[in-house]
Nanobody, 125 residues
Framework: QVQLVESGGGLVQAGGSLRLSCAASGRTFSNYVMGWFRQAPGKEREFVTAISWSGGNTLYADSAKGRFTISRDNAKNTVYLQMNSLKPEDTAVYYC??????????????????WGQGTQVTVSS
């Protein structure tokens, strides 16, 4: 089992920045691919970005490219999502997730085994 706890969400004006953190406990954090997803009201959960177990490979949704950066610190069992140039359409609950399969980075939420409780990000115009 892996327990994930997100933090860092909040209210920010358009053009601003936020840094989300996801702290993991339980099994060896470095064994997992880590991803960030988001879900806006009335919409399905969507992929934002993910990072390989070593941090050497990353994948971004088109909506996140150039604005968001995922990183991880395996010594601290934490994955981060730096979000810059935020837009009102980025408003959503953001979730981190862990994929126990270390081979490849996947976009589908169904492939992730563990989820945090989510943190709300609200971007005002």
């Amino acid at each position: 089992q892996v327990q994930l706890v997100e933090s860092g969400g909040g209210l920010v004006q358009a053009g601003g920045s936020l840094r989300l953190s996801c702290a993991a406990s339980g099994r060896t954090f470095s064994n997992y691919v880590m991803g960030w997803f988001r879900q806006a009201p009335g919409k399905e959960r969507e992929f934002v970005t993910a990072i390989s177990w070593s941090g050497g490979n990353t994948l971004y949704a088109d909506s996140a490219k150039g604005r968001f950066t995922i990183s991880r610190d395996n010594a601290k069992n934490t994955v981060y999502l730096q979000m810059n140039s935020l837009k009102p359409e980025d408003t959503a609950v953001y979730y981190c997730a862990a994929d126990s399969n270390p081979y490849g980075i996947r976009r589908s939420p169904q492939r992730y085994d563990y989820w945090g409780q989510g943190t709300q990000v609200t971007v005002s115009s």
